[in-house]
């Protein structure tokens, strides 16, 4: 706040200084000295009277003194020559009998920052390491620190450096840090510090004598500690762990870091002290201090990543205080989302139910995309408030609500036709561009099961004039498009009308492109538009939230007690975004879109890049299944699978008494997969994504038996498409039976006596026993051994490119 | 590593700024006001950059106490802690946390910064350390006030006041305690925050108190002070220890200088105070209170055609009878006149001021909230949560008591002892 005339006041200050009256009354003195300081830190420039305030150096009070320093400490960098003054006055200071004086003297004079005077620093900062007085040489130890920085290209002085390191043996624990603390400016480009066994026993034997800071400051450095022998390494533990329960969380933080950074080679101690933590952050969690309170979620929101169960019993101490900001509440509301377990997801829902019609529309906000989330694997209970909420009649809840719906359609399919029926009149209530792009998303999806989408559809057309948002106008288009190609009746006029528009009168270059693009489109023929137009759905691979694997620590173990978990405003901990209906759709989807089309034959090459083990057998195969493709769409819920798998399972028993009309075809095989438990099942679903391939379920890793389940459909060039449900199945090494190939066929093409010759039986590939086998189940329908035989070695290269990554 | 510390007003000023390694220049105080300025309500500002600079600051009175530092890898607890506790050491020292009073004291607190960060690393924050390098004397920004008088009873006899220390007494500066001798004093608070939340059929869905032990000591030199706690005081679910209602706790967390040596057998905390404040011990409950929560709401609402909402609340107070109780908030009428209510629209709340509540009374208000009616058919709009703000002084609601605050050996000079106990409401949600 600089003052109207503060030229004028530091006038006024200069002559108050140097008159001799004010000098010489000492109170009057200080009081002028206090002025200037004032007018200083409210960011006057008071540099002017530096040469006054040299003068004012030279008291015997101690309290004008410091004033002075705080002054000369500010300006001296801009009067280099004028500070050559005040080193005599400090130099005598620091032989003072007093030790605070010496340690305010030999303090200021590093404070300085001028490169010219080193060469009068050095020697009374040399007597300063060797002075009696503790706080002297806290102070000089330090002051070394400044002095290289100051001129970081000198030569370091190894005698320095040498007493340095003999002073880590100070009694006072303040002088052993500030020892590490300037060794590490110092060395820096050495790497700092050196930390040997020694120096770490020495460390850690005196850590108790340390306060807070001294502390952190030593488990900081420890870190780069690497102990030479297990036995070591544990001692090391044992003894940290009475700091590791510290009441003061940056203890407990830095003792954290550093055993996580000792125990990156054994995942069960860290598990063990993530536990052990868990007691003091949530007490800081619990803090009066606000930001120790955020600082504390944010880093329980890392912990949650590798122990999704570790606070699943204290849910309630993350229920949000009344008066608590909204940053907090957010973040609060993100871990509850992650400790949704069957025991408390009636009461956590309840309690964000109470936040969704909070007074702040963020919270609110947040709070119903909250229980979207929680509706991946609880839908129907959080369609149920999702549905409630629409009820109400709000603005800014109506767009959240049908931006989360969006979300979660895209997720579960299996909760569309509850989101469709709840689409019908929500229109009015949205006002914002997000809400309304993601109605007209849904619509676009399930406009066939909408009956009024037309009608919604229709205002929207006749309001397009008047609207200001790029992203609706854009998703306007592709939805009447694809609404046209489902029910072409009642939309050709207004999507006559609405191209028209965009071609003709629309300013903005995106939205004319997009409807140029769109009407050339459609002079294609309506059988390529639906080929373009007809994107994905759904996405369940993004699957549920409960039984999510464990992130190994080591993934965010970085990170920890850094600045990095605070900064990260609002990101997720689980990478949700990935493929969730963009609400800003520039770009319908690219990457679905393409693979939704990917040849089969692309994807051999792929793998044949990639594995070189497998290459024999994928290259025969890739030569005769050619023309064979497969997708994802349309997608298969969880339900839908296991009602066709049981149904299958039943049929096989009755199909040699009854003639069916339906047609399928039921295959076992064995494949070799020598790196099965190995495998996270994340590669593993992401290597059979890239071949489109979805896998639905799976058992966690190191369990037997192990079992994956998934489906894709098959298209083919001349026989149309099927569906291929399986199953894979590892058994380990001791229950491995024969291999058998069971084929189950009723077809209206095919002849019934064909069953047993059909697929070639036996199929099995069994080389040597140190080989592992999975068991894979295959049912198809409609019937098409070719395609089946395809998919078979598609999935085979997979694990085999897999497993030779993994080995 | 902390680079610079400054300290702003809530408007923007500059109060206090100190450079320690001259990595940025001052310019960036007002980047800072403004990046803190510009956020939304839901951006969490506790951690912003700019360039290399990283931000990291704390609301304490009304100010912002900004660090910056220029390393990524710093520890964001240590920062934060430290800010905490600087500005626990101004409070200290100057007797109360505001703009007035950093400003009255700023070569006090300039002296203090110089002492507890050198070249960004923090050397100590103990007041026993400090108050041998501290030279300058706090200003109190308190005038001379007649309520001090009071005190004082005719011809020197005491007076029923003089027993009972004001509330603010123990907001002043430690140091002034030395120059002025006698008024050797020490302030055992006990102190609970509640935060419950009460469901709409009066199941108590959460209760949660968080509570501490905090030693104010004005004694320039303090020896051994032992403290009492319950004897039947256990911690955890399975122990349990005399006869009759025990006081229990999940969590209990000691001060580091406490020595525990007689804790197991007689429930006596030993420590030796420093100068100042800090807390003792602190401990955690969850769900299992030993009481029922101090507050039943009965309300009934009611929509008529118009679009009125009336609603009758009826609030009752469990305590034992003749305690008072403080509520300076809750979102609700007044049949007596030092009750008060008022709607506000911004936050769409109506407040209901009750300056005292007797234990084991109820109060009750009618609301009736009318508004013009914007839809042919409006909607019904949801009533939201009551939320209940209180004091509750001389009680605990864990139950914890204090048997007896010993100094020893006696001191010299006549000290007073003080004991207090105060339960907050953190957050006290009675759900309709």
């Known amino acids: 706040m600089p003052y109207l005339g503060s030229e004028d006041a530091v006038r006024e200050l200069r002559r108050a200084l140097s008159n001799p009256n004010v000098q010489s009354d000492q109170l009057r003195y200080r009081n002028t000295v206090l002025k200037a300081i004032r007018a200083m830190s409210q960011g006057v420039d008071v540099s002017d009277l530096f040469s006054e305030m040299v003068k004012a150096c030279a008291t015997v009070d101690i309290v004008q003194k410091k004033l002075v320093y705080v002054f000369l400490c500010s300006y001296a960098t801009l009067n280099p020559e004028l500070s050559l003054l005040v080193i005599n006055t400090l130099r005598k200071d620091c032989q003072d009998p007093n030790p605070m004086v010496r340690s305010l003297a030999l303090r200021n004079m590093t404070n300085l920052r001028l490169p010219s005077l080193v060469e009068y620093v050095e020697q009374p900062l040399a007597a300063g390491l060797r002075d009696r007085a503790a706080c002297v040489r806290r102070v000089a130890v330090l002051g070394w620190a400044k002095l290289h920085n100051l001129q970081p290209d000198a030569e370091i002085d190894a005698a320095v450096v040498n007493e340095l390191y003999g002073l880590l043996r100070d009694p006072d624990p303040v002088v052993m840090v500030n020892c590490l603390r300037a060794l590490e400016e110092i060395l820096k480009k050495e790497g700092g510090v050196a930390i040997n066994k020694p120096i770490t026993h020495h460390l850690l034997n005196r850590l108790k004598e340390s306060d807070v800071w001294g502390q952190c400051e030593v488990l900081r450095i420890l870190q780069r500690y690497h102990p030479q022998s297990e036995d070591e390494l544990f001692d090391i533990l044992s003894l940290l762990d009475a700091s590791l329960v510290s009441p003061h969380p940056p203890v407990m933080a830095a003792t954290l870091g550093l055993f996580l950074g000792l125990c990156s080679g054994l995942p069960a101690v860290s598990l063990a002290a993530l536990e052990r933590v868990r007691g003091p952050l949530l007490a800081a969690c619990g803090s009066t201090s606000r930001e120790t309170r955020f600082t504390a979620l944010c880093h329980i929101q890392l912990l949650l990543r590798s122990l999704p169960g570790l606070m699943g019993a204290h849910y309630k101490r993350f229920f949000c205080g009344y008066a608590e900001p909204a940053y907090i509440k957010q973040r609060k509301m993100q871990v509850l989302v992650e400790l949704v377990n069957d025991e408390n997801v009636a009461m956590l829902l309840d309690e964000l139910k109470g936040y969704c019609t909070d007074v702040n529309p963020e919270t609110a906000q947040a709070a119903i995309s909250a229980i979207g989330r929680i509706g991946r694997s609880y839908s129907d209970r959080c369609l149920e408030i999702l549905t409630g909420l629409l009820g109400l009649k709000q603005e800014h809840i109506t767009s959240a609500v049908v931006q989360t719906m969006c979300d979660l359609v895209w997720v579960c399919p299996q909760c569309s036709d509850t989101v469709c029926s709840a689409l019908e009149g929500c229109e009015e209530m949205l006002q914002d561009s997000q809400g309304r792009q993601a109605l007209l998303w849904l619509l676009a999806a399930y406009g066939e099961r909408v009956s009024s989408a037309p009608y919604t559809l229709e205002g929207f057309i006749d309001r397009v004039r008047s609207e200001a948002s790029l992203g609706v106008k854009m998703e306007l288009l592709t939805t009447t498009m694809r609404l046209f190609l489902c029910r072409p009746s009642e939309t050709q006029d207004m999507l006559g009308r609405l191209l028209h528009y965009c071609i003709e009168e629309e300013m903005d270059m995106c939205v004319r492109d997009q409807a140029l693009l769109y009407y050339r489109l459609l002079h294609c023929g309506i059988e390529e538009t639906h080929k373009v137009l007809h994107g994905q759905r759904s996405d369940p691979s993004l699957g549920v939230l409960i039984g999510r694997p464990a992130e190994p620590i080591n993934q965010w173990a970085y990170s920890f007690n850094t600045l990095e978990p605070l900064r990260q405003a609002g990101v997720e901990t689980e990478p949700a975004s990935r493929g969730s209906p963009e609400h800003v759709t520039f770009d319908p989807k690219p990457n679905t879109d393409l693979s939704d089309t990917l040849n089969c034959s692309q994807i051999e090459k792929v793998n044949l890049a990639g594995s070189d083990g497998a290459s024999g057998f994928t290259c025969s195969s890739a030569k005769v299944l050619a023309p064979l493709s497969l997708s994802l769409s349309p997608a298969l819920s969880p339900e839908e699978f296991e009602h066709l798998w049981m149904q299958r399972h039943a049929e096989q028993g009755a199909e040699k008494l009854e003639e069916e009309e339906e047609d399928y075809v039921c295959l076992e095989e064995r494949i070799q997969f020598p790196a099965i438990p190995p495998c996270s099942p994340q590669s593993l679903q992401a290597a059979m994504q890239l071949v489109n391939i979805q896998t639905l379920a799976f058992t966690p890793p190191h369990t037997l038996p192990w079992r994956v389940y998934l489906y894709t459909h098959t298209h083919h060039a001349h026989y149309g498409s099927t569906l291929v449900i399986g199953e894979l199945l590892y058994i380990g090494e001791a229950s491995r039976r024969v291999a058998a190939v069971k084929k189950g066929m009723e077809d209206g093409d095919v002849v019934e006596g064909e069953q047993e010759a059909g697929l070639s039986g036996r199929a099995l590939v069994r080389k040597d026993g140190r080989e592992e086998e999975v068991e894979v189940t295959l049912k198809q329908q409609p019937r098409d051994d070719n395609a089946l035989k395809g998919f078979l070695s598609i999935l085979t290269t997979v694990l085999h490119t897999l497993s030779s990554e993994s080995s | ?432």
């Open chain 2, 1 to 432: 590593m902390i680079s610079q510390v400054f300290i702003l007003s809530s408007q923007g000023d500059h109060l206090i700024y100190k450079d320690f390694r001259g990595e940025a220049g001052s310019d960036v105080v007002s980047v800072f006001y403004e990046k803190v300025t510009a956020l939304t309500g839901d951006q969490p500002p506790v951690v912003m950059s700019h360039g290399d600079l990283h931000f990291v600051h704390v609301r304490q009175g009304g100010l912002y106490w900004v660090a910056t530092t220029t390393s990524p890898g710093s520890s964001p607890f240590t920062i934060i802690e430290f800010l905490n506790r600087f500005s626990a050491l101004v409070k200290d020292y100057c007797g109360s946390l505001s703009e007035k009073s950093v400003q009255m004291n700023f070569a006090l607190i300039y002296e203090l910064l110089d002492e507890v960060v050198d070249y960004g690393y923090i050397q100590t924050t103990s007041s026993d350390v400090l108050k041998n390098f501290i030279q300058t004397e706090a200003v109190s920004s308190k005038p001379f006030s007649l309520f001090d008088l009071s005190n004082v009873g005719f011809f020197g006899a005491e007076t029923q006041q003089s027993k009972v220390a004001p509330s603010s007494a123990a907001s002043r500066p430690i140091q002034s305690s030395r120059e002025q001798g006698g008024r050797s004093e020490i302030f055992l608070d006990v102190i609970e925050r509640m935060s419950v939340v009460i469901g709409s059929k009066g199941v108590v869905l959460k209760a949660d108190v968080e509570g501490e032990v905090r030693v104010k000591c004005f004694m320039p030199s303090c020896s051994e002070m032992r403290i009492g706690l319950n004897e039947e005081f256990s911690i955890g679910k399975s122990q349990l220890r005399g006869y009759g209602a025990a006081v229990r706790v999940d969590e209990c967390r000691f001060h580091q200088n406490v020595h525990l040596d007689e804790f197991h057998s007689n429930r006596v905390l030993r420590l030796c105070p420093s100068q100042g404040e800090q807390t003792v011990m602190q401990y955690q409950l969850s769900d299992d209170l030993p009481s029922a929560p101090p507050f039943r709401l009965f309300p009934t609402i009611e929509r008529d055609s118009g679009g009125r909402l009336l609603m009758y609340l009826k609030l009752r107070c469990d305590l034992p009878s003749k305690r008072f109780v403080v509520i300076s908030a809750l979102s609700q009428e007044l049949s007596s006149p030092d009750q008060s209510a008022e709607l506000k629209l911004q936050n769409r709340a109506i407040d209901w001021k009750i300056p005292r509540f007797i234990g084991g009374t109820q109060l009750s208000a009618l609301f009736k909230t009318s508004s013009p009616p914007p839809h042919p058919s409006p909607p019904p709009p949801p009533v939201g949560p009551v939320v209940l703000v209180f004091e509750l002084p001389q009680l605990t609601v864990s139950g914890l008591q204090i048997r007896f605050l010993r100094l020893s050996p006696v001191q010299p000079a006549p000290s007073q002892r003080w004991i207090r106990y105060v339960t907050h409401s953190d957050s006290y949600i009675l759900r309709l």
